[in-house]
Nanobody, 119 residues
């Protein structure tokens, strides 16, 4: 059984910063891509940022230059540093990872953490 647990969501004023963290646990053999998605009310879930096990990153255009994704392969964690937050960044943020276990490989999701940016 694999679990992804997020933390760090909060209410913050526009222009502020937050750091989201996500820890994967369970019978993990290997984690490939890890990433963050977000979903605002009434909208689809969209990719925010992703990072490979080798450290290559990919960002949504809307967050480039403001958000930074990083990971610790030894601890099976991924973080998202969010700076210069805007009200349009308000959403539930989900951690995801492509994980190989002793019996399978697939995409796993966390439960989500709420980020609210007030104007």
């Amino acid at each position: 059984q694999v679990q992804l647990v997020e933390s760090g969501g909060d209410l913050v004023q526009a222009g502020g910063s937050l750091r989201l963290s996500c820890a994967a646990s369970g019978s993990i053999i290997r984690i490939n891509v890890m990433g963050w998605y977000r979903q605002a009310p009434g909208k689809q879930r969209d990719l925010v940022a992703a990072i490979t096990s080798g450290g290559s990153t990919n960002y949504a255009d809307s967050v480039k230059g403001r958000f930074t994704i990083s990971r610790d392969n030894a601890k099976n964690t991924v973080s998202l540093q969010m700076n210069s937050l805007k009200p349009e960044d308000t959403a539930v943020y989900y951690c995801t990872a492509n994980i190989g276990t002793t019996i399978s490989r697939g995409a796993y999701w966390g439960q989500g953490t709420q980020v609210t940016v007030s104007s």
